[in-house]
C-alpha cells in the first residue's frame, strides 16, 4: 500500500513538474556522476547565484521524487500526507496562477536502480550536463548487473541535452573523459586538475590556521589564459577543488564573467558531511566526511588525511561502504591496506567495516590500536574516540548512510556538540529520530 501511494504522489508531482516547466520554460542545468553531485550541483549555485535568478536542489534530493519537487519549489513530505499535499497544492498553484519563477534551475540527477534517469530524461531536457566521475566500483553497483550499466544510466542524461546545449565532464577520471568521443558532435568543456582540461586547477595546497590546524584549501583556476586565485576555507582534500573548476566551466558556456564568479564562490559554504573542518574536542580537528561512501571517495579522504600536517595523532573512524554487492569484500580490503599506512588508530564501524580492520592487522598495524563496532553503535565509537583525543589529534570520519550514520560519532567528538544541528549532516528530526 504505501509503494501505491508513493507511486500516484510521484506520477502527480512529475506531472506537475512537466507542466512547470512548460509553462516558464526555465534553463536547466542537470548534474550527475557516482561521486561528487551535490557539492558540485551546490558549487554551481553559488557561482551563479548573483548573476542569476535561479534555483538548486535542496540536499541530494535528486530522485524521481525528488527532481520534481525541486521543479516545484517544494520540501519532501517524508511520510506525512498532509505536506504531501500541500506539495501537490503548490504545484497545482504554480500552473494555474502567475509566479515569478526561476530562469535556471540547477537540478541533482541520481539513480538507485536500472531507469532512474532514463525515466527522468523522457520529460527533462537540460541545457547543459555535468557529469562528475564514473568511477570503475560506484555506489549503488549491487543494484545493477554491471558497473558499466550505471555508466550507461548516468549517460542518458547527456543523450537528453538539448542540441545546443553544453556538455561539461570531469576530465580527470578516465571513464567520463572517454564519453568526449561518443558526443564529439556536442558542446563539450572538460574540468580537473590535469592540463588537458579547458578549466583546470593548479598550485592546489592545504591551508592551516594558527594553531596548525588544517582549515581549508589554496589553488589557481586557469581558464583561457587565465589565471584565478581560489581559496576553500571550511573544507579539505582535492575532491573538493573539483566542484569549484565544474561551477567555472558551467559558468563558461554560459558567458559568465570569472571574475564575478570567483567572487561568489569565495563566500560559498560546502554541504556539511563532506570533508568538513569542525573544531574537535580537546584541540582536536575533525574532518567530517560522514555523509556517504565508496571506494573511490573512501581512497580519496584517505590520501587527504595521508597529506595532512598535524602536531598529533592521526584518527580514522570508517564505516561500512553499502550497496557494493559483490565488490563489497575487496573494496574493504584494499582502504584497510591504505588506511594502516597512514593512521594511528583505527576505529570501525559495522559488519563489512571490520574488512577494514582485518585488512589493516594483516598489513602489520598494531591490533591494540584498532577497534571495532557493530552496525548502529556509533555513538558509542564517537564516546571511545572522545576519551583518547589530545591536542592536535586530526580525525578523519567517513561512512555509508544506511544503518551507519557515523555523524552520531562526530557529534560526539565536536568541540561544541549544541552546535551539531547547524554543523552535521541528517539533523532534520525525520533522521535525528530514526535508528
Not at 536500472?114 to 555535468?130: E, H, N, S
Not at 561518443?182 to 568543456?189: A, I, Q, T
Not at 580514522?316 to 580490503?333: C, T, V
Not at 551539531?420 to 539533523?427: D, K
Amino acid at each position: 500500500m504505501k509503494a501505491f501511494l508513493r507511486n500516484i504522489v510521484v506520477a502527480i508531482i512529475t506531472w506537475e513538474a512537466r507542466a512547470v516547466l512548460n509553462k516558464y520554460r526555465p534553463r536547466v542545468i542537470a548534474v550527475t556522476g557516482s561521486v561528487g553531485k551535490t557539492s558540485t550541483k551546490d558549487a554551481i549555485f553559488s557561482a551563479l547565484k548573483d548573476s542569476y535568478y535561479i534555483r538548486k536542489s535542496q540536499k541530494s534530493l535528486n530522485s524521481d521524487i525528488g527532481v520534481p519537487l525541486t521543479i516545484l519549489g517544494c520540501e519532501t513530505g517524508w511520510s506525512n500526507p498532509l505536506r504531501w499535499s500541500q506539495n501537490i497544492l503548490e504545484g497545482l498553484a504554480l500552473i494555474l496562477l502567475a509566479n515569478h519563477y526561476p530562469r535556471w534551475l540547477v537540478l541533482e540527477v541520481g539513480t538507485d536502480k536500472p531507469g532512474d534517469i532514463r525515466a527522468i530524461t523522457r520529460w527533462l531536457k537540460p541545457d547543459v550536463v555535468v557529469i562528475t566521475a564514473l568511477p570503475d566500483v560506484p555506489v549503488h553497483v549491487e543494484n545493477f548487473r554491471r558497473p558499466e550499466d550505471i555508466k550507461t544510466e548516468k549517460k542518458a542524461l547527456a543523450h537528453a541535452l538539448r542540441v545546443d546545449g553544453t556538455l561539461i565532464l570531469g576530465g580527470d577520471d578516465k571513464n567520463t573523459y572517454e564519453l568526449r568521443g561518443e558526443f564529439e558532435n556536442r558542446h563539450v568543456l572538460l574540468y580537473g586538475v590535469e592540463k588537458h582540461n579547458d578549466v583546470y586547477g593548479s598550485h592546489i595546497s592545504i591551508r592551516y590556521g594558527e594553531r596548525g590546524e588544517p582549515s581549508g584549501m589554496q589553488f589557481h583556476v586557469k581558464e583561457k589564459g587565465s589565471s584565478i586565485p581560489m581559496t576553500i576555507n571550511d573544507r579539505i582534500g582535492q575532491q573538493q577543488v573539483y566542484p569549484i573548476l565544474a561551477a567555472f566551466a558551467v559558468a563558461q558556456a554560459l558567458g559568465a564573467g570569472p571574475l564575478a564568479v570567483a567572487k561568489s564562490l569565495r563566500d560559498s559554504q560546502g554541504p556539511p558531511g563532506r570533508m568538513k573542518v569542525l573544531r574537535g574536542y580537546n584541540g582536536s580537528t575533525i574532518i567530517d566526511d560522514s555523509y556517504n561512501s565508496s571506494p573511490v571517495a573512501l581512497r580519496a579522504a584517505i590520501s587527504t588525511l595521508k597529506k595532512v600536517e598535524t602536531r598529533g595523532k592521526k584518527i580514522a573512524i570508517l564505516g561500512d561502504m553499502l550497496e557494493l554487492g559483490r565488490f563489497s569484500i575487496d573494496a574493504h580490503k584494499k582502504a584497510g591496506v591504505q588506511v594502516a599506512r597512514v593512521v594511528d588508530c583505527l576505529i570501525t564501524v559495522g559488519i563489512r567495516a571490520r574488512g577494514i580492520a582485518a585488512a589493516a592487522r594483516d598489513s602489520g598495524f598494531d591490533a591494540e590500536c584498532i577497534q571495532e563496532f557493530d552496525t548502529g553503535e556509533a555513538k558509542e565509537a564517537g564516546r571511545t574516540v572522545r576519551a583518547m583525543l589530545e591536542e592536535g589529534d586530526i580525525i578523519l570520519v567517513k561512512g555509508s548512510q544506511s544503518g551507519i550514520r557515523l555523524e552520531r560519532a562526530v557529534r560526539e567528538i565536536l568541540a561544541e556538540p549544541q552546535q551539531a544541528s547547524e554543523l552535521l549532516v541528517r539533523q532534520e528530526s525525520e533522521w535525528v529520530e530514526t535508528r
